[in-house]
Nanobody, 124 residues
């Protein structure tokens, strides 16, 4: 059974940092692209960041560019999202997703596997 499990969410003050992780199990994800998406209360899910299978290509939403960094460890079947200079508007449930293709994508519909989400709350 394929599972993605996020961890590392929590409460942080504005301007602070947090790193969340997502571990895949049930198969290897070394040839898959990964993505991070988020959904704030009352809003639609939105793209945050994506990384190709090799880690050689990364893309970010304009709202997080320069503050967030996505990375991966294929040996650990894990993807990370390092979040710096956090703002209250970053508050959301963050979801990781794995795409059945090696190329990174910003489109949620192109991802087959999803985690259950981890809450990130940024206080002002």
């Amino acid at each position: 059974q394929v599972q993605l499990v996020e961890s590392g969410g929590g409460l942080v003050q504005a301007g602070g940092s947090l790193t969340i992780a997502c571990v895949g199990s049930g198969r290897t994800f070394s040839t898959n692209a990964w993505g991070w998406f988020r959904q704030a209360a009352g809003k639609e899910r939105e793209f945050v960041a994506t990384i190709s299978w090799s880690g050689g290509s990364t893309y970010y939403a304009d709202s997080v560019k320069g503050r967030f960094t996505i990375s991966r460890d294929n040996a650990k079947n894990t993807v990370y999202l390092q979040m710096n200079s956090l703002k209250p508007e970053d508050t959301a449930i963050y979801y990781c997703a794995a795409r059945p293709r090696p190329i990174a994508s910003k489109l949620a519909r192109e991802y087959d596997y999803w985690g259950q989400g981890t809450q990130v709350t940024v206080s002002s």
